[in-house]
């Protein structure tokens, strides 16, 4: 049932996030950076969690779960260091993620040659 709620999780986030691409003038961008915001303000809350605990991957995953980890570690950090926690809990939480999005990223540029369009 966990790889079904994780689907239902994550197709349904992209759905919203296809809808509000095809209904409105935003660009991509604006939206997927809206996606992380609207993870960090739904864990700000305590709702996201609820939502991870439900969905699993399809809610950690997505842009919105990069929101909640940042979210989740500055919170674990100003508890842990004080307002310090404020400037290192968000990179430290999600290090694992940017450090595998940079390296990927980097093999691909590596690997993968372009061609030129016509």
């Known amino acids: 049932m966990e790889y079904v709620n994780a689907f239902l999780c ?3 986030l992209c759905a919203v ?3 509000i691409l095809d209904k409105t003038a935003l660009t991509p961008a604006r939206i997927l950076t809206g ?4 993870g960090v303000l739904l864990q700000a809350v305590g709702v996201y969690q ?11 995953v997505p842009l ?3 929101g909640y980890a940042l979210a989740k570690g500055v919170a674990e950090a ?3 260091r004080g307002w310090l926690g ?3 809990g968000g990179l430290t939480a999600a290090s694992g993620g940017i450090a595998a999005a940079v390296v990927f990223s ?11 369009k016509r």
């Open 10 to 12: 994550g197709g349904l």
């Open 64 to 66: 919105t779960g990069f």
């Open 17 to 19: 996030g296809q809808i």
């Open 86 to 88: 404020v400037l290192t």
């Open 106 to 116: 980097l093999l691909a540029a590596v690997l993968v040659r372009p061609k030129e």
């Open 78 to 80: 100003v508890a842990e």
């Open 35 to 38: 996606y992380v915001v609207a």
């Open 50 to 60: 609820y939502v991870v605990d439900w969905g699993g991957a399809g809610a950690t």
